[in-house]
Nanobody
Framework: VQLQASGGGLVQPGGSLRLSCAPSGFKSDDYAIGWFRQAPGKEREGVSCMTLSTGVTEYADSVKGRFTISGDSAKNRVYLQMSSLKPEDTAVYYC????????????????WGQGTQVTVSS
């Protein structure tokens, strides 16, 4: 089980980015896929998670209305569309996988990919 996150970069406040998570060795439909982030000096936190087979999604309060998680079963990809980005969204973003229905908590995810840096700055 491997996951690869991509799509990070430098963006101005108010801008948008789309992160992509590419699982390999398993189908994303069979798992819960989560996006997490870790800012310097802070603990890793859940951003958004979903179970593709049920369509159930979960968002952190800090990103509700700005971020959207989605999946593409045909491409075996999970995306995080981030809009209205703020400097406080700056962090390394990770995608992770675990059993379907997992809550968006760091401790519930056992499979992690390398992160992608998102920097929101003018």
């Amino acid at each position: 089980v491997q996951l690869q996150a991509s799509g990070g970069g430098l963006v101005q406040p108010g801008g948008s980015l789309r992160l992509s998570c590419a699982p390999s060795g398993f189908k994303s439909d069979d798992y819960a896929i989560g996006w997490f982030r870790q800012a310097p000096g802070k603990e890793r936190e859940g951003v958004s998670c979903m179970t593709l087979s049920t369509g159930v999604t979960e968002y952190a309060d800090s990103v509700k209305g700005r971020f959207t998680i989605s999946g593409d079963s045909a491409k075996n990809r999970v995306y995080l569309q981030m809009s209205s980005l703020k400097p406080e969204d700056t962090a390394v973003y990770y995608c992770a996988a675990d059993g379907p229905g997992s809550s968006c908590l760091v401790g519930e995810y056992g499979h992690w990919g390398q992160g992608t840096q998102v920097t929101v700055s003018s």
